[in-house]
């Protein structure tokens, strides 16, 4: 039995759809952890809970475009499908 092109590379555009969702894990932990620390520390320092907040929103944020980029990647893969032009 012979795969076309067309299922192939429908195939391998799920699988690295799949694969770039995973990358929002490494956030997801991450954010997890600072929100922690944060956490941690506006209970050791409360009268500095603003700049705390303030540093742990501005960090998240900058975390948070890996797994953006990864969702991206993947709605590309999936339904634009750039990769069936070059059959």
């Known amino acids: 039995?012979?795969?076309?092109?067309?299922?192939?590379?429908?195939?391998?555009?799920?699988?690295?759809?799949?694969?770039?969702v995973i990358a929002g894990i490494g956030?997801?932990?991450?954010?997890?952890?600072?929100?922690?620390?944060?956490?941690?520390?506006v209970g050791r320092q409360p009268e500095a809970k603003g700049d705390?907040?303030?540093?742990?929103?501005?960090g998240q944020a900058v975390a948070e475009t890996t797994?953006?980029?990864g969702l991206v990647i993947a709605i590309i893969l999936l339904f634009v499908q750039p990769l069936m032009g070059a059959l």
Do not use: D, R
């Not at 039995?1 to 770039?20: D, K, T």
């Not at 954010?31 to 520390?41: E, L």
């Open 67 to 69: 797994g953006i980029y």
């Open 52 to 58: 705390i907040v303030q540093t742990m929103l501005l």
């Open 1 to 20: 039995m012979q795969i076309s092109n067309e299922a192939f590379v429908l195939g391998c555009s799920a699988i690295g759809a799949g694969l770039a």
């Open 27 to 41: 956030p997801g932990i991450g954010q997890g952890y600072a929100a922690g620390q944060a956490a941690s520390a």
